[in-house]
């Protein structure tokens, strides 16, 4: 894509790293540290802390796993970072971001936003090098967006499917509970249930059960955790 914009002076740099595996989080201070030496990092290792962080420090750029706890001694959850990560996005819409994570599927969740989004956004696998994050996050420094690994599926998830997804997979909620919770009618919910397998591309097959199939799929492509 897009705009590009120069670099930040090395000397004035401010890199913002959030993950909770200190043993990671080591490894890509080391490497910034190698690329960036004169640069400032901070770093955040719950929600709780990068929020008050980001406000402070004013980074240039974020780097951030998906996979975090609200607070220390809670559990990492990959909501709770695909959560932050749209409140940092609509509060800092210009921040440059890099998303580092073994579940950057989850970020189909929220394509419209990273989308929309004025400053640079790229992806990293953690599996990938560190020359291959440290290249993005460069392009990232420089406006770009580098989003071809986040693979989409044909036609968009709209919000109210992930939703009926959440509510069926992640809390065992039966239609016409999801239908009251939701505040909708049983026949919306069916209709929901209808245009997701049609997305996911499942559909009816003999000895197969799909409520199984279709949560398989949606788990395999990062629609629910």
Partial sequence: MMISQDLPKLEKLKLFVIDDHELILGGTIGALRQKYPEAEILTAQTIQNALEQVAKFQPDLTIIDLSLPEAFGKIAKIETGVKF????????????LVV?????????????????????FTVV???????????RVDWALKGFTHTKDLKMLKGE???EWLEVLTLAFQEELQDKAIAARMQI???????YWTKIRDVLGVYSEDG?????????RAREQGFID
Avoid: F
């Fill in 85 to 96: 990560l749209q409140k940092i996005m609509k509060h800092y819409p210009n921040l440059n």
């Fill in 100 to 120: 580092l994570s073994s579940y950057v599927r989850a970020l189909v969740r929220i394509k419209d936003k990273i989308d929309e989004h004025q400053g640079g």
């Fill in 125 to 135: 696998d953690k599996g990938l090098s560190s020359q291959e994050m440290l290249n």
């Fill in 157 to 159: 998830i709209k919000p």
């Fill in 185 to 191: 009618s049983n026949r919306t919910v069916l209709h």
């Fill in 208 to 216: 197969k059960n799909l409520r199984i199939q279709t949560e398989m």
